[in-house]
Structure formats: structure tokens, C-alpha cells
């Protein structure tokens, strides 16, 4: 299971952090990732980082803002989240790739939702201009 926290109400140009806690399947875990559902949009890649190593993609749209980090120890991954922007409001889902191997790019495959076995609930966050 996937637990996703840290969400909330923030103006812009403030900051969040958001924590993804993973219990019961964390043997079967590769890669974990965040993505994010604005309203009416679809959902869109934020980030990814290898459970092993030091391996992270970012999306364009968040690169220098945001910095996804994980604790192996706590079997969680953080995203934290600087110079927020409204465009940044959404439902942030954590998920996790099971599978190890890439074919292709590296980004393009981290970077699609069903490359991820596994979903967290939704936190949301909130940016007031």
C-alpha cells in the first residue's frame, strides 16, 4: 500500500512537502513516482526515483523546483516542493514501478502512468495566487 500526505493550501511562491510512506510491497519496488491531476486535466508525470541508486527524473514543468528524495529506512519518498506556482494545484499521486527493466528512454517510460503497478491516494494541493 501506498499512503500519500503532506498536501495543502499555500500561496505562491511558497513551499510544501509531500511524503509517500510504502507498506507491505516494498521488496517489489523500483522506482517510485509522483504525478499530479489538476481539474479537467489528465494526469501528468512530476517525478521518479530508483529505489536503489540515485536515479531521478524530473518533469520540465517542475525541474529546479521540485526535489524528490527517498528514505530507505522509512520506506518513504518525499517530494519537496519550492517556488510553488498555481499551476502546480492539483491531486499528487505517488506510485510504484515494480518492473526494473527500461526499454527506450529512460524518461519517456518513467515518465507513463502505466508503466506503475501501483497507486496511492491523492493529496492535494492547493496554490492561491
Known amino acids: 500500500q501506498l499512503q500519500a500526505s503532506g498536501g495543502g493550501l499555500v500561496q505562491a511562491g511558497g513551499s510544501l512537502r509531500l511524503s509517500c510512506a510504502a507498506s507491505?510491497?516494498?521488496?517489489?519496488?523500483?522506482?517510485m513516482g509522483w504525478f499530479r491531476q489538476a481539474p479537467g486535466k489528465e494526469r501528468e508525470f512530476v517525478a521518479v526515483?530508483?529505489?536503489?541508486?540515485?536515479?531521478?527524473v524530473y518533469a520540465d514543468s517542475v525541474k529546479g523546483r521540485f526535489t524528490i528524495s527517498r528514505d530507505n529506512d522509512k520506506n518513504t519518498v518525499d517530494l519537496q516542493m519550492n517556488s510553488l506556482k498555481a499551476e502546480d494545484t492539483a491531486d499528487y499521486y505517488c506510485?510504484?514501478?515494480?518492473?526494473?527493466?527500461?526499454?527506450?528512454?529512460?524518461?519517456?517510460?518513467?515518465?507513463?502512468?502505466?508503466?506503475?503497478?501501483?497507486w496511492g491516494q491523492g493529496t492535494l494541493v492547493t496554490v492561491s495566487s
Open positions: 507491505g510491497l516494498t521488496s517489489s519496488i523500483n522506482y
Open positions: 506510485a510504484v514501478r515494480s518492473r526494473l527493466g527500461v526499454q527506450g528512454s529512460l524518461r519517456m517510460v518513467l515518465a507513463s502512468e502505466r508503466e506503475y503497478n501501483t
Open positions: 526515483i530508483t529505489w536503489r541508486g540515485y536515479t531521478t
